[in-house]
């Protein structure tokens, strides 16, 4: 008796809908003072046509000295937060480094996930598929502050004729 062998296929329609973009690829804070501020704006953008969650963690060796937050929506929690379709949000990173940190290159990574929320109108298997881009974050200590200056010349016409 022969075994027959049925395969069989199993289709599942995935709509590929959700991208994730996350500008700029890379953020570096040059000259930064120990014990000083520095701050980039980073655009979170959901190109899909549903909203979704999107995660913003953080690693590397200046991890613990990132932080962010919204100007256009204080209350916003730039840790976890709803991106509308086809939308853009600006989130502010900050690098706030200690006072007793050691003048030198650190080198620490954004992770930005975009999760898709449920629908409860789907029926069936759902299949969620989350979406990951990774920044790069360099930041340069220094030492040195300036806070003396000198304006060598200075022009100004006049607005009315």
């Given amino acids: 008796m022969k075994l027959k062998t049925a395969a069989i296929f199993l289709l ?3 709509d590929i809908t959700i991208a994730l973009g996350v500008g700029p690829s890379s953020l570096n804070f040059d000259r930064v003072l120990r014990g000083g501020y520095s701050e980039q704006t980073l655009h979170i953008t959901n190109t899909g ?30 840790n976890s937060f709803v991106a509308a379709p086809r939308s853009t949000v600006a989130i502010q990173a ?9 003048v030198k290159s650190y080198d620490a990574a954004i992770i930005v996930t975009s999760v898709p929320l449920s629908n409860d109108s789907e029926r069936g298997n759902v299949l969620g598929i989350n979406t990951a881009v990774r920044a790069t974050v360099h930041i340069e200590l220094t030492g040195e502050q300036i806070v003396d200056y000198a304006v060598e010349s ?8």
Avoid: Q
């Avoid at 046509?49 to 730039?78: Q, T, V, Y």
């Avoid at 200075?154 to 004729?161: G, P």
């Fill in 12 to 14: 599942i329609e995935i």
């Fill in 49 to 78: 046509n549903e909203p979704a969650e999107m995660k913003i963690e953080k690693e590397g060796d200046a991890a613990e000295w990132l932080r962010f937050f919204s100007r256009a929506d204080p209350s916003l929690n730039p």
């Fill in 94 to 102: 900050v690098v706030t480094p200690p006072l007793d940190a050691e």
């Fill in 154 to 161: 200075l022009s100004i016409r006049d607005a009315e004729e």
